[in-house]
C-alpha cells in the first residue's frame, strides 16, 4: 500500500498488483472502493494495477472540504498520483462512474495520456445519459433467467419512482453476465464499499458541462479503448460506440455476455481485449465479427505478406522470421480465433479458420496477398485459395497436414492440467476434422490457382512426408522443398526456412 497527498493535502491511498508497466486504474460506483476491482480478471498478469483508492474510500482520508469529492476535482488526484508516481505518461483504465475522473483528466492533461481505457464507462460527462428505456432494453436479453420476472417487476418499479433495498436487490442480477455463486458474492460485498455521503457531492454541479468535454476530447490523440458489455444498461454497446467515435483514435469493444462488470463475466474475453489493446506490438480487427489480434513489422508501402501459426500457436511465434522479412516486406501475423489475444468464440473448425483468415485479409486491404502458413494455419491458407483465389498471390504451406483421412485416426485429446493460451475445444473440433476431413477440400486442391510453395520437415516430422509429397504433387505447379528440422521449420531451421521463401519470391 502507497501513499501521497493530493492538490488540497488530502492523503490518498493506492495499491498495486501485479507486474510490468504500470496501469492506473480507477473505480467506479460512484464513490466505491477500488477492492471490487480485484485484479481486473487476471489483467495483473500483462500489467502493474495500480488501485487508486477515490478519496473518502478506501484507505484513502476524507477531505477537510466535501467539495474536493466532485468528480472533475479528483481528476486533479489523478495528476497528483502520476506525479508521485514518477510517470511522465500513463496508461489509464477507468470502470463505470470512474471514467468521468478519466475523462476531465484527458481534457485538462492530453499529453499525459498514453493509453485510456473506459470498461462500461458513464458517459454523462459528456452528454450520453442512459435512460430507463435503455435498462429494460438490456433486461429484456435477459427474460430466460430464473430471476428475470422478479428482476424486471423491481426494474418497472424503479422506473415508476419507488425504491427500497429489495427492489434494488431483484435489479441488481442485471448488472451481471451470470448470476452465479461469485457475481452473489461480489454484490454483497458492495455494502461495505460505498462512501454514499460522498455521491451527491460526486455529480454536484460546476464541473465543465458536455460541450466543452466533447470538444476538447477531440483533442486527445492517445489510443482510447471503450469496452462495452454485450448484456450492459449503462452503457448499452451503441452508446459506448458513440463515446468511442469523440476521439481522433477511439474504438469500441463488445464483450459478449458481459455485463456491468466484464472482468467477472468472463475473465479471459476481458484480459484479452485489454492486454491486446495496452501491448504496443499488438494490433486488433474486426474480421466477420471477430476481434482478430495481430503483429506487424517492416515499412507499410512494402509488399505485404501474411504469416499463419499452427494450432495451439499464435502470431508471436514468428518473430524470427518476420524480423528478417520486415527488410523488405510488410509483414502481418495474425492470431486465428481462439488462439493468442483474439476472440475465443467457442466455434472452431478449418472452415472456421479460412473464413477469419479470408476476413481479415479483406479488412486491412491485403489482397492478392503472400500467405504463409504452418501446420494448421497452412491448411487454411489452401482452403482459402481454393475458395478465394482472388485474395491469393502466392502461397506457402509449411508441415501442413494433408486434407485426407488419417490412418490410423488422432485418439480423443486430453486437455492438459495447466493454464493455456489457446482454447482447448479448438484441438478436439479439429482432430476430428483433420480424421475425416470434407472430402471436397482435397478435391479442389487441383483449382488452386495461386504459385504454391509446400515446405516438408522431412524423417522428423510428425507428418508422413509422402502425404506432404502427394499435397504438392495435386496442385498445379506446386514445389516441394523438404528441410530437415522436424515439425517446426520456421522456428527451429530459420535461415533455411527464409532461403526457400527467398527463392520462392517471398
Known sequence: MGTFRTYDGTELAYETTGEGEPLICLPGGPMRAAAYLRDLG????????????????????????????????????????????????VDLLAHSAGAALALYYATRHPRRVRSLT??????????????????????????????????????????SGHESPEIWDAVRPFTYGRWDEAARAHAAAREGQFAFEAIEHFYAAGA???????????????????????????????????????????????????????????PGAFTRAVAAFLDPDVHSAQAGGIRLAYRVWGDEDA???????????????????????????????????????????GSYGLAAFRDDLAAFVTALGLGPVDLVGHSMGGAAALL???????????LVVEETPPLQPLDPPRPPAVRPDEPLDFD?????????????????????LESIKAPTLVIAGGPASSIPQDRLAALAARIPGAR???????????????????AALEDFGI
Not at 384 to 394: G, I, W, Y
Not at 431 to 444: M, S, T
Request: glycine share 10%; with cysteine.
Open 42 to 89: 487476471g489483467l495483473g498478469a500483462h500489467r502493474r494495477l495500480v488501485l487508486l483508492h477515490l478519496r473518502g474510500t478506501g484507505d484513502s482520508a476524507v477531505p477537510a472540504d466535501p467539495a474536493g469529492y466532485r468528480r472533475d476535482r479528483q481528476a486533479d488526484d489523478v495528476e497528483a498520483l502520476r506525479e508521485h508516481l514518477g510517470l511522465g505518461r
Open 208 to 266: 465543465a458541462g458536455p460541450a466543452s468535454v466533447r470538444a476538447a476530447l477531440a483533442g486527445v490523440q492517445a489510443p482510447v479503448l471503450v469496452l462495452a458489455g454485450e448484456l450492459d444498461g449503462g452503457p448499452r454497446p451503441a452508446h459506448a460506440a458513440e463515446l468511442a467515435a469523440l476521439f481522433p483514435h477511439g474504438r469500441c469493444v463488445v464483450q459478449a455476455g458481459a455485463a456491468h462488470f466484464p472482468w467477472l463475466d468472463d
Open 384 to 394: 482459402l485459395a481454393e475458395e478465394q483465389p482472388e485474395l491469393v498471390r502466392r
Open 480 to 498: 516441394l522443398v523438404t528441410v530437415e528440422a522436424g515439425h517446426l521449420v520456421h522456428e527451429t531451421r530459420p535461415a533455411e526456412f527464409l
Open 118 to 159: 473506459l470498461v462500461t464507462p458513464d458517459t454523462s460527462a459528456v452528454g450520453i445519459t442512459a435512460t430507463p428505456e435503455d435498462r429494460r432494453e438490456a433486461a429484456l436479453l435477459r427474460s430466460g433467467e430464473p430471476w428475470f420476472e422478479a428482476g424486471i417487476a423491481a426494474l418497472d418499479e424503479l422506473r
Open 424 to 444: 482447448w475445444p479448438l484441438v478436439p473440433a479439429t482432430d476430428a476434422e483433420l480424421n475425416e476431413p470434407d472430402p471436397a477440400w482435397w478435391d479442389r
Open 303 to 345: 509488399p505485404p505478406v501474411v504469416l499463419v501459426h499452427g494450432r495451439c500457436g499464435n502470431s508471436s511465434h514468428w518473430s524470427r522470421v518476420a524480423g528478417r522479412l520486415a527488410a523488405t516486406r510488410r509483414v502481418y501475423a495474425v492470431d486465428l480465433r481462439g488462439h493468442g489475444l483474439s476472440e475465443w468464440p
